[in-house]
């Protein structure tokens, strides 16, 4: 079932669209990632979901409900959403015990209710101990896990969670993607969780948004992102790749086609169906090229042992590479290097249009 619905959501500040017509449904109790980078529009989509901004065009509704249209505005108390800020925004005068359970206060639930409620929130954030002390006594963290137990106590059916680990460092930020998910799991809410982190996204989504210049250009989950991406933007943005120019030798099958590249044929995955002389991006990820005798001579640039491998940045007639490896390798080193595989993505051009092409990539159109 569609808990949220937008449509054709529009945001402006003056002449920016900050959110620019973005329609997008997300279902019932999932966990989806916006991602982009500064200033792409996220904490507006965010501010348009809680209500803390109206939208000029558009609307928004949840489970079927319209919260938000051109006459309809439902204010930010009555939408039952929480919301996890980055700066966590506790009362630095109040307990933990009075921060989590302060939306059961301003609610007016029996006491009784609230210190119950209170005590299981704090209980499933492991801070049911702490709960008389202060916030400037804990650490990050467990600051964020406060916020966290606020959240839950008001059991909202919409979470929002606005870069909820940027002020984290990178070892407690795993143990809080963790807890997050675990949260998910046991609150039964939707989530909408908002970085500029892809790791992250990836790590706790199930689907991703990509954002740019107040548009969504996919959305889809991590795996799917990650091997078909809809564009360069998001290929560039979701995970790490090699970007080669190419041209389409011909389709194998209506997602599959043989790509010229450095003068080599390469079956590649394709988004779009696609004929013999197209102009493509092959998009190469590290896991996709390795170091084999038949492969190309390529200059290494740099290497990295990233723990079990190595991260390896080559040259291959002009062009950059990079590949994972097992093996150590030193700058300045000629190694064979293949490419196996790639998602070529068409440029709209063909061939020919391109002018002059250079020696690897030339190639003669079937
Ligand atoms: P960041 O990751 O840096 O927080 P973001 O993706 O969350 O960025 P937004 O805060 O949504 O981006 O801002 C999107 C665009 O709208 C930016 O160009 C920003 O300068 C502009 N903007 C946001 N809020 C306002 C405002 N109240 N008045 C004018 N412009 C604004």
Redesign the pocket.
Known sequence: MTAIDLSSITKR??S?A??DGVSLSIRSREFVAIL??????????L?LLAGLERADAGTISFNGKVVSSPDIHVPPETRDVGVVFQSYALWPHMTVAENAGYPLRVKGLPRADQAQRTRAALEAVELAELSERKPHALSGGQQQRVALARCLTARPGLVLMD?PLANLDMHLRERMLAEFRAFHARAEATIVY?T?DQAEAMTIADRIAV?DQ?KILQIASPEELYRKPANLTVARFVGVSSMLEGVVERATSNQRALVSVLGRSIEAAMGQSVEAGDAVTLVVRPEEASIRADGMPALVLRSAYLGGRYSVDVEIAGERLKLYADRRTVPGETIPVAILSGFAIATGQRASDQGRMPAGKRFAVA
Not at 36 to 45: D, E, L, Q, R
């Open positions: 500040f003056g920016l900050a959110v982009g980078a500064s200033g792409c529009g996220k904490t507006t989509m501010r870069e908002i500029h954002m107040g």
